[in-house]
Each structure stands twice: as C-alpha cells, then as structure tokens.
C-alpha cells in the first residue's frame, strides 16, 4: 500500500521544475508511506515517478519503488496488493522467468513485459499501477475493477499527471482548478463526488476496471476490462446456481477462499469487528489463519451507551468467541472537535461518511497494525440494503399506476412544498422517478434531490453539472443486460454507492493513519464465484449467512436488526433537529463539507 505520483511529457519535452512538481505531490501524501520514498526519471526526463511506501509484501529493501526491471526497460509505480501474486509468481517461474525480490510489484513487472495491458485480467487484489515502458516510449496505467485504490489524472494534451490523490495533484501546481459543475451537484445529489468527476475541471480519476496507456506523440488510449453488469449477466446467461445442500457449501468456499487470499501479507492482520453479520465472519474465516491472535477494534461513543446502537458489548463477546486481541475505542465529542482539522485535510474530495472509518483507523493503527480487514462490501453482494426490497417495490408500484405516472413532474411540483414539511422531499418524486431502477436508485439513495438544488446553486451551474453528469442514463448504463431485480440492485450498489463513497472513505480515512484497509467481500474472483447467487432465484440474501456462522456467535447476533455502522455527527455538531429539509439527516453536514473546499466561494455562502 502507497501513494504514487508522476508525470509524463507526451506532447512536449521535460521542464525545469518537474522534479521539484513531483516532490511536492510526494510530500502531500507522506501518511500514505511513512516506510519510505522513491523518485525515479528516465534518461530524457520525460517520464519521472515518485512513491510513498507503507511495506507489507517483501517490506524489506527487495521490495522498494520505484522498481526497474531489466536495466530500466520496465519500471513500475504502484499502490496497492496483489493477493494472487504468489500463484502468478510460481507459475512465471515455471515459464522460466527469474526473480530477485520477493515483492509482488516485481511480479507486475514480469506479466507485464509477458501479456501487456492483458496483464489485468490474471490480476487478484486492489491497485493502482503506472509502468513505464522505455521501448514503448509509453506509460501503462491501470485501476482495480471496483476502484479499491484510487488513481487520478490531469491532462492538458502534451503532459500527464497523476497521483493517488486529487490534493497531491493541486500540490504539483499547473494543474486547471476552475470548479466543475459535475463535482459539486454530483456531491449535493449523491454525498460523493461520482467519478469520473472531482470538484475541478482539471483531474479527472481513471475508472475503477479501466486501464489507460499514453504513448509520445499519441492520445491516450482508455480501455474498460471489468463491468459489474457484464459479470452478472453473464452468470444469468451461463452459469446458473447451486441449490440445496450445494448451495451453502459454496458459499461458505466463496467466502473462505476470498479471507484467505486477504491475509496474505508479510506483517501482522487485523480486523475491525463490529455487531454484524459481515466482519463476524470476516473474524470467523480469519482468526483461524493468523500465526498470532488476530487483533480485533470497534468503535464505540458516549452517546450511544446503553442504546441499541451500541456495538461494543456484542462485538465484545464475539471477539472473545473467536480468541481476538480485542480492543474496544471509545470516541467522544471532545475527541471529534479536537480532530474535525485533521479529518478534513485528509478528506480528499468532500464526503458525508468516512467519519467512522477515521477514528477506528486511528484506532486500529495506535495499536501498530499496518493492515486492517473490514466488512465493507458485504451488504452489497448479501442484499443487506434495504434498497434491494425497496427499489424492485417502487418499479413494481409505479409501474401498476400506468398512465399517472405521467403526471409524475406535476404531481411531484404540487406535493413537494407540503411533504417537506412532515417528512423527506423525496416522497413527492416517486411517480417521476420511481418507473425506473436507476430513478427509484437516486429516490433512496440520493442525498439532494434536483429539483431541490436551485436553492442552493446557481441555476446555470446547476444546469451544466446536471448535463455533465447525466445520471439517468449512467444509471441505466450500468445494469445494462442485467435482468433480475436483485442483480440490479446489486450492480448500483456496486457502482455507485460502493465506489464512490466507501470505498473512497476507506481509502483516505485508513491512508490517513496509514493503515491498509482490505475489504474480502469486494474481490474480483469472489465476485465472480458468487455471481450466480445474487441473480439466482430466490437470490442470495443476509438471511443464509447465519448457518455459515459458528452457534455461539450466531445465538449473538440472533434477532439483532440491522442498523449500519452509526456515528453520532448530528449530535456532535450541534446539528438541529427541526423538519426543514435542508437541516434534516446528512444535509447539514454536507453542505458543512463542501463550504470547507469551496471556501469564499458565492457556493460556499449560499450552503453555509
């Protein structure tokens, strides 16, 4: 796990500051690798690499970066895990290929100089990778196929920058900051900034599943190797389910096999554990493979004592079930007053969540860990959501009203200012949206709705982010050829919600302290394996998880609801509780985050 940062000249030659350009995007990301950096230049200074290393392959000096392969023909920059690496590694050297390190970054190196861009689709873990290729003349990108490991971009078609933060990207300077539209209403619709967008025209991110490759002279070439959509239809198509008896045992495989794959590392493995199905049998399939008792944290607050969404007291038992070195953190006011600074420098692009990943991070790191597994994920491959009854709900709903449901713009124009008295807005657009997967999606998952923004932006602003984003057809484009209900909601689960926010969060709130965060329930092959399941009928639901479950732990967890992970940042920030929309759930809080990178703007004094 690392930050890397870099630059090519493709259009122009090198410049006289670009070593101190990368020095500074390098700098900015110090927390995502306090074990050590590197710089790297090519003989004509047209491509330089710089890195940030937090070791847990190889964390010796065999696995610094940046890594030269073969005198410097091949030389990689990347930041994340390779879980396969040592099956990839056994079968290069049966192929004859030789190594010098132990480091999975070498192994890159290898496949790539084997099979090319083709290299991604043999590639199990997270990452984000650039290979400069001398022969070539050209740098290889690549990004994990959910976007565990982000990888942004600045372009201005004769130099390419890039770094594993949008602010180490501003650090570098030249980059074009004018504020784009598609950022900030993508952040007041969603509560995330959907990507490929970030809050500025310049820097764009490379999409989770994509690889880009920028030769000298050419236009960047980008080409997607993973959908999410492509996956489950063709498990609807080809591969039709287990039943039964069959039916569990693969599962229990599919999720034994992913934990395994996720403790591979060369330093210890923790975990965070809270009161759910998913990190229990996260610790489940994972204590029995650690050399060491396996460390285990959960968070708990003041304000949530004695209360059902107090986590502690199960997490507690279930950690001692399965012999954890459990530590339990208590978080008060105090303590996010005193940290709210820090939290948002380290919040690379706005975001209403990752405030429970920060302190449990920080947590989790005091006690030094290097490497944390986390649930993340499980919700969205087990239909935990409520959004997998609801949204199939709505469609059917809407749909049985027919010919009103064209009134839905009128019924939506006359009900919304009565509604938003009582209860959320977003019940006066069901007839206009609710037709659809992807509308009923933005109904239940949406944090603004559109037609509520014109209080808050600038009409014409308002409208050129709405057109840049054009999220109906995104929607729709990405459960294309998906059928089931299930699987449709799954796959914008997966999409948007997953990449665009948790996983983010995860990134920046554990790099933060630098930890690695590991999420096994979001894996390439995982995903694959249980594809079938969650486009079956029935589909696969929280519901067949407690037989996987030792019975002590399942007796715990028995008749507990579910609740997410709750942090008290309303009663933290003095929030009111009162029914205007705009002060109502997340909404105050994000329009709190946004004025923090909109600082002076007429936006910020609009929100504030």
């Known amino acids: 796990m690392c930050g890397i940062a870099g630059l090519l000249h493709y259009g122009t030659g090198p410049r006289p500051d670009d070593q101190a350009v990368v020095a500074r995007m390098s700098a900015t990301m110090a927390a995502r690798g306090p074990d050590s950096e590197g710089v790297w230049a090519s003989d004509d200074g047209t491509a330089l690499f710089a890195q940030r290393r937090l070791a ?52 890159l190196l290898h496949l790539y100089d084997l099979h090319g861009a083709g290299m991604v689709d043999r590639l199990r873990g997270m990452y984000a990778l650039s290979i400069w290729d001398r022969e070539r003349r050209a740098m290889f990108f690549a990004r994990d196929p959910f976007g565990i490991k982000p990888l942004y971009v600045a372009d201005d078609g004769r130099t390419l920058r890039f770094a594993s933060q949008v602010k180490a990207l501003l650090a570098g300077g030249g980059i074009d900051t004018t504020p784009e539209p598609a950022g900030d209403i993508g952040f007041l619709l969603w509560g995330s900034v959907p990507e490929p967008f970030t ?58 096999d992913t934990v395994k794959h996720h403790m591979v590392a060369d330093v210890p493995v923790g975990m965070f554990l809270s009161a759910g199905f998913d990190s229990s049998l996260v ?13 285990s944290v959960t968070l708990g607050f003041d304000e949530y004592r004695g209360t059902d969404n107090d986590e502690t007291t199960v997490a507690a038992q279930i950690a001692g079930h399965h012999r954890t070195d459990h530590r339990t953190v208590w978080v008060a006011r105090a303590e996010f007053a005193a940290a709210r600074d820090h939290l948002l420098t380290a ?3 706005p975001t209403i969540d990752g405030t429970n990943v920060y302190f449990v991070s920080k947590a989790t790191a005091s006690t030094g860990l290097k490497v944390a597994l986390s649930g993340i994920g499980g919700d969205e491959v087990f239909a935990g959501y409520p959004s997998f009854r ?38 006066a657009g069901v007839l206009e949206y609710g037709g659809t997967y992807g509308g009923a999606y933005l109904l239940r998952r949406g944090l603004f709705m559109p037609w509520e923004l014109p209080a808050l932006v600038d009409v014409d602003y308002l409208r050129q ?19 089931s209900g299930n699987g449709r909601v799954a796959a914008l689960e997966l999409s948007f919600y997953l990449r665009n926010q948790l996983l983010r969060d995860a990134d920046w709130a554990g790099m933060a302290h630098s930890l690695e965060i590991r999420t096994p329930f979001v894996d390439v092959r995982f995903f694959r394996d249980l594809a079938p399941l969650i486009v079956a009928d029935p589909p696969l639901t929280k519901a067949e998880l407690p037989p996987l479950l030792a019975p002590p732990v399942r007796d715990m967890l028995a008749g507990r609801p579910k609740r997410g992970f709750q942090v008290p940042v309303r009663t933290w920030l003095g929030m009111p ?32």
């Open 577 to 608: 509780s009162g029914r205007d929309a705009r002060t109502r759930g997340w909404r105050a809080w994000a329009l709190q985050v946004l004025a923090g990178f909109r600082p002076g703007s007429d936006f910020a004094r609009r929100a504030a």
């Open 56 to 107: 847990i392959i190889d964390p010796g000096p065999g696995g610094w970066q940046p890594m030269s392969f073969d005198g410097g023909r091949l030389v990689a920059n990347y930041n994340g895990e390779i879980y396969n690496y040592r099956e990839l590694r056994s079968g290069l050297e049966a192929a004859g290929r030789r190594f010098v390190s132990q480091s999975d970054t070498e192994v």
């Open 347 to 349: 919040m690379d692009q």
């Open 465 to 483: 982010g709405l057109a840049a984003l054009d999220s109906q057809a995104t929607l729709a484009a990405a459960l294309d050829g998906v059928r």
């Open 390 to 427: 609801q949204v199939p709900e709505m469609v059917r709903l809407v749909g049985r009203v027919g010919p009103l449901a064209a009134l839905g713009r009128g019924f939506r124009i006359v009900s919304e200012p009565v509604l938003r008295r009582f209860t959320s807005p977003k019940y």
């Open 283 to 295: 610790a489940q399939f994972a204590a029995p493979q650690s050399a060491q008792a396996l460390r």
């Open 199 to 256: 809050l500025y025209k310049g820097i764009r991110a490379l999409p989770a599943g994509h690889t880009m490759t920028v030769a000298q002279g050419q236009l960047p070439a980008v080409r997607r190797f993973h959908a999410v959509a492509s996956v489950l239809a063709e498990a609807e198509r080809d591969r039709p389910a287990p039943t039964g008896q069959a039916r569990i045992d693969h599962l229990r495989n599919c999720i034994a």
